[in-house]
């Protein structure tokens, strides 16, 4: 199975090698660039719950200082 799977990822990589430069951009905008998106944003909900969960008053307003 695995040999399969590196078979076709070799023949992917290698196709997109050899693709002329202005279908490797267009791919990487269209692929590459919402996935690192999505990525940053999950990890920014991630780091920011835990933020939230370590240090639960530095949101709060609760001193009446408003």
Do not use: Y
Request: glycine content about 8%; charged content about 15%; proline content about 5%.
């Amino acid at each position: 199975m695995f040999n399969g799977l590196a078979d076709w990822w070799d023949g992917v990589e290698l196709w997109l090698a050899q693709a002329w430069f202005p279908v490797q951009f267009v791919l990487v905008m269209v692929v590459v660039v919402p996935l690192c998106l999505a990525a940053a944003w999950a990890l920014d909900k991630v780091v920011g719950l835990f933020a939230h969960k370590l240090a639960p008053g530095r949101d709060d307003d609760s001193d009446g200082s408003a």
